[in-house]
């Protein structure tokens, strides 16, 4: 079993630590990349970004790809993992950019660089501002604001300054004709600000769609919805400031595979549609959608699964059920969790500290000697 073991997205490889030391082995327990390195930086969903990943050895930091061989030297302080066509690097303590051969491309001068979120461009900061510079040097934003970010292909960002945010177009230029408290992100294309302690949503031109009178909200649209606060109870809104579930909740959760709702009212939990329609009745401790009809709910310190008619489908027993992949659910019995399908099947006992599944594979952690040892299943 490994010190710690980790699925990043590849399709075969796993990211293992043993005694300190990081490699990589394959879904067969064999060892692929040997256990040498020190760190490894992985990208969210995928290890090996356009054939390589960063990795440091003896307290420096390059790149190999998926056989172990070499292909950025261990000459670096520090690294990121690639994006577009460019690697982000540190040496001697400033950061510049090089392309996917290790080819310089930024000098070594700034105090950060990272991806920007405009083309061929990176956000950089220098003597504590931050700005935009093109790949070739140039300065695209001066370097003037607090906080500047572009999300991925659009050119409008959002910077602070001097304690006020602001919209900016990609040359750095405000839009719009004021400032906020602060600004979000964009979402369906609406971003959440506030002002004047009080929220609302903009459009990329600065105007304001739905007026700065909430509470809180609970960041951006997705799928036309938004989760918002008014006078200390929840509701949901639609992009032209409908109320598609009126403020009058203490909290709501939902998931997009599902038309149903979790809602707390009165300090209790139920199930309604998205017409606020109940469903179950506000009886419970706890709530959680699980899948495909089925509802994990809390009652007397122990969680059972019924579906939407209200019947038991597993008994209440559980200190704790959640949705796994593939349909299945883990299980919590006394400080320790398993497997099982919604059943009741036992597919892994309740006797791991923690599991996780990339794929088809099963990855359970269990406390040995104060120590987390990690070893591999395969569902099916």
């Given amino acids: 079993m490994y010190d710690s073991l980790q699925f990043p997205g590849d399709d075969e490889l796993l990211l293992a630590k043993l005694h ?24 969210p969903g995928d290890t090996f970004v356009h054939g390589m990943v960063p990795i440091s050895r003896h307290g420096k930091w390059g790149f190999i790809n998926r056989f172990g061989e070499t292909i950025i030297p ?63 040097g140039e300065v695209v934003i001066p370097f003037a604001y607090d906080e500047l970010r572009f999300e991925e292909n659009m050119t409008v960002g959002t910077a602070n300054r001097n304690g006020r945010s602001m919209l ?44 700065f009178q909430y509470d809180k909200v609970m960041g951006g649209f997705h799928n036309g919805f938004a989760k918002v606060m008014l006078q200390g109870k929840w509701g949901i809104v639609n992009p032209s400031g409908e109320h598609i579930l009126s403020p009058i909740y203490d909290e709501i959760r939902w998931n997009d595979k599902d038309d149903h709702m979790a809602a707390r009212l009165h300090g209790k939990w139920g199930v309604i549609d998205r017409q606020a329609r109940p469903i179950l009745p506000y009886k419970y401790d706890a ?40 349909g299945l659910l883990t299980a919590s019995i006394g400080g320790k969790t398993g497997l099982i399908d919604t059943t009741g099947y036992e597919i892994l006992p309740c006797v791991y500290d923690n599991l996780f599944c990339p794929g088809q594979t099963v990855i359970a952690a269990m406390d040995i000697h104060s120590r987390l040892k990690y070893g591999v299943f395969e569902l099916y």
């Fill in 20 to 43: 300190d030391l990081w490699g990589f082995v394959n879904r067969d327990n064999e060892v692929v990349i040997p256990f040498q390195f020190d760190e490894i930086e992985v990208a």
């Fill in 168 to 211: 900016v177009d990609r040359f750095g230029r405000p839009i719009g004709g004021g400032t906020f408290d602060v600004l979000g992100y964009f979402s369906e294309g609406l971003c959440h600000a506030a002002r004047d302690g009080r929220w609302g949503y903009i459009d990329s031109k600065g105007e304001t769609v739905l007026p």
């Fill in 287 to 326: 709530v959680s959608l699980i899948y495909d009809g089925m509802v994990a709910v809390k009652q007397e310190g122990k969680y059972s699964l019924i579906d939407l008619q209200g019947s038991e489908r597993l008994p209440r027993k559980y200190d704790q059920l959640a949705l796994f992949p593939n």
């Fill in 74 to 136: 261990f000459l670096y302080d520090e690294t990121r993992y690639p994006f577009e066509t460019m690697i982000c690097a540190k040496r001697s303590g400033k950061w510049g950019a090089m392309d996917l051969n290790g080819k310089p491309l930024v000098p070594y001068s700034y105090d950060d660089l990272a991806e920007s979120g405009l083309a061929d461009c990176l956000a950089a900061e220098l003597n504590g501002k931050l700005g935009v510079i093109h790949t070739r």
